[in-house]
């Protein structure tokens, strides 16, 4: 097993001369400074055909990235309106920006939407939250990153005409008074929401997982927390009683898609009147907020502000009706450490403790891993293990998982080190 690998990103194209002069040949800013204004023509194009992009429900059609069905919706989504996704890969701009004006180029037909969605990574590789663009204002960062990445998400009635999405352009701007709110710093923080259970087997979430029987992911009635396919970049604490099950953000929902409502007033997408920490469908079920509805116009039947995988519902928290939990929100994914184990043979490694589709293989021996989440099982009736270890393969990309069914010294649905302490939860 080798060392955690820094994947390369993908440099955005130029379209001026301007970056080769500026950021190729690495002309360095404080990242304490403020930025400055982008000299006349500055831009960078987002690759919207790029192979190592994650993309749900679109294609490329002519140029133009558009959505392949029309009829197509996340499960957990109303089921009269498409949704499409597109994330390029992460991409180096060669130097710190504050803050970025972005220019999407799309055709509308009645009733689409088409949303670019812009994310940065800091100094202390820490990405912020994802925001959402909004014609004439800046994206501001809530510190200079130089490594973004971008997100298109497109829809419209079912069945109808879809949006199409010719060009993407990023520029850096500064951030003047008629800048959105920045993204504010994810830090550590509690609320008590109502949670419900997802379930929806075999259906597929927003950001394009494939529903498994008792899956682990978590819900959140925005974007802005979504990660991306079998990444664990955005994480959630939940506790019901003394059970804890940190999660992956890999859905939208419940009720709405636009209430980020762990962010404060200033900073919050919509409904920024109510306290931070209240979702909207938890006003309008007890105190007849927007009229009792949610952003669609339906009726709010319960105050659910997240939505919890089968497995995360019953193994995780031992829930067996919706109930109040405590959600702790800026929980790092981050490697704290590593933990030796002996692996008694070769094994292939996956994206995610859920996924089939295998990324790489870890070596029979002595091996390093992070972190346990629970799974899907590997083993039979009588031998088998549901923990998967976080872990850096000897084949394929970092941060794969592989099942903690090949562990030397341990038994049946044990996590544990060569020295016998349990290895900790991601």
């Given at each position: 097993?080798?060392?955690?690998?820094?994947?390369?990103?993908?440099?955005?194209?130029?379209?001026?001369?301007?970056?080769?002069?500026?950021?190729?040949?690495?002309?360095?800013?404080?990242?304490?400074?403020?930025?400055?204004?982008?000299?006349?023509?500055?831009?960078?194009?987002?690759?919207?055909?790029?192979?190592?992009?994650?993309?749900?429900?679109?294609?490329?059609?002519?140029?133009?990235?558009?959505?392949?069905?029309?009829?197509?919706?996340?499960?957990?989504?109303?089921?009269?309106?498409?949704?499409?996704?597109?994330?390029?890969?992460?991409?180096?701009?060669?130097?710190?920006?504050?803050?970025?004006?972005?220019?999407?180029?799309?055709?509308?037909?009645?009733?689409?939407?088409?949303?670019?969605?812009?994310?940065?990574?800091?100094?202390?590789?820490?990405?912020?939250?994802?925001?959402?663009?909004?014609?004439?204002?800046?994206?501001?960062?809530?510190?200079?990153?130089?490594?973004?990445?971008?997100?298109?998400?497109?829809?419209?009635?079912?069945?109808?005409?879809?949006?199409?999405?010719?060009?993407?352009?990023?520029?850096?701007?500064?951030?003047?008074?008629?800048?959105?709110?920045?993204?504010?710093?994810l830090t550590s923080v509690t609320y008590r929401v109502y949670a419900t259970r997802e379930g929806l087997v075999g259906g597929t979430t927003a950001n394009g997982h494939v529903i498994a029987s008792r899956d682990h992911f978590v819900a959140l009635p925005s974007r802005a927390l979504l990660d991306s396919l079998g990444s664990t970049t955005y994480q959630v604490r939940v506790c019901h009683g003394s059970a804890c099950e940190t999660a992956p953000?890999?859905?939208?929902?419940?009720?709405?898609?636009?209430?980020?409502?762990?962010?404060?007033?200033?900073?919050?997408?919509?409904?920024?009147?109510?306290?931070?920490?209240?979702?909207?469908?938890?006003?309008?079920?007890?105190?007849?907020?927007?009229?009792?509805?949610?952003?669609?116009?339906?009726?709010?039947?319960?105050?659910?502000?997240?939505?919890?995988?089968?497995?995360?519902?019953?193994?995780?928290?031992?829930?067996?009706?919706?109930?109040?939990?405590?959600?702790?929100?800026?929980?790092?994914?981050?490697?704290?450490?590593?933990?030796?184990?002996?692996?008694?043979?070769?094994?292939?490694?996956?994206?995610?403790?859920?996924?089939?589709?295998?990324?790489?293989?870890?070596?029979?021996?002595?091996?390093?891993v992070y972190c346990k989440a629970w799974g899907r099982m590997v083993g039979t009736s009588t031998s088998y293990n549901h923990w998967w270890l976080r872990t850096d393969p000897d084949v394929g990309p970092a941060g794969q998982y592989v099942s903690a069914y090949y562990l030397s010294k341990w038994g049946n649905d044990e996590a544990k080190d060569n020295n016998g302490t349990v290895i900790p939860d991601c």
């Amino acid at each position: 097993m080798h060392a955690s690998r820094r994947r390369t990103p993908l440099i955005l194209t130029a379209l001026s001369a301007l970056l080769g002069s500026l950021a190729l040949q690495g002309v360095a800013q404080a990242r304490s400074a403020p930025e400055p204004a982008a000299p006349a023509g500055t831009s960078w194009s987002v690759d919207l055909a790029a192979p190592a992009a994650d993309s749900a429900n679109t294609v490329l059609s002519d140029g133009r990235l558009t959505v392949r069905d029309t009829r197509s919706h996340p499960a957990a989504m109303p089921a009269d309106r498409s949704y499409a996704e597109y994330t390029a890969p992460s991409s180096d701009l060669g130097r710190d920006v504050s803050a970025l004006a972005v220019d999407t180029t799309a055709t509308h037909p009645a009733g689409s939407t088409v949303e670019t969605d812009v994310r940065g990574l800091d100094a202390s590789g820490r990405w912020s939250q994802w925001t959402t663009a909004r014609a004439g204002s800046p994206v501001a960062f809530p510190a200079p990153v130089a490594t973004v990445q971008v997100r298109v998400v497109l829809g419209g009635p079912a069945g109808s005409a879809a949006p199409e999405v010719s060009a993407v352009r990023l520029s850096p701007a500064a951030t003047p008074l008629t800048a959105q709110p920045q993204t504010a710093p994810l830090t550590s923080v509690t609320y008590r929401v109502y949670a419900t259970r997802e379930g929806l087997v075999g259906g597929t979430t927003a950001n394009g997982h494939v529903i498994a029987s008792r899956d682990h992911f978590v819900a959140l009635p925005s974007r802005a927390l979504l990660d991306s396919l079998g990444s664990t970049t955005y994480q959630v604490r939940v506790c019901h009683g003394s059970a804890c099950e940190t999660a992956p953000i890999w859905d939208v929902g419940p009720w709405n898609t636009t209430d980020d409502y762990w962010n404060p007033a200033g900073v919050r997408e919509s409904w920024g009147d109510l306290a931070q920490g209240t979702p909207e469908a938890q006003a309008a079920y007890q105190t007849g907020y927007n009229g009792g509805h949610d952003q669609f116009g339906r009726a709010v039947s319960n105050p659910a502000g997240i939505d919890l995988a089968d497995g995360t519902f019953w193994d995780g928290l031992g829930m067996t009706d919706n109930d109040w939990v405590d959600v702790t929100f800026g929980v790092s994914s981050a490697p704290a450490g590593k933990y030796w184990a002996d692996t008694f043979a070769s094994a292939s490694v996956y994206a995610s403790p859920t996924s089939t589709a295998q990324t790489g293989t870890l070596y029979a021996g002595t091996n390093y891993v992070y972190c346990k989440a629970w799974g899907r099982m590997v083993g039979t009736s009588t031998s088998y293990n549901h923990w998967w270890l976080r872990t850096d393969p000897d084949v394929g990309p970092a941060g794969q998982y592989v099942s903690a069914y090949y562990l030397s010294k341990w038994g049946n649905d044990e996590a544990k080190d060569n020295n016998g302490t349990v290895i900790p939860d991601c």
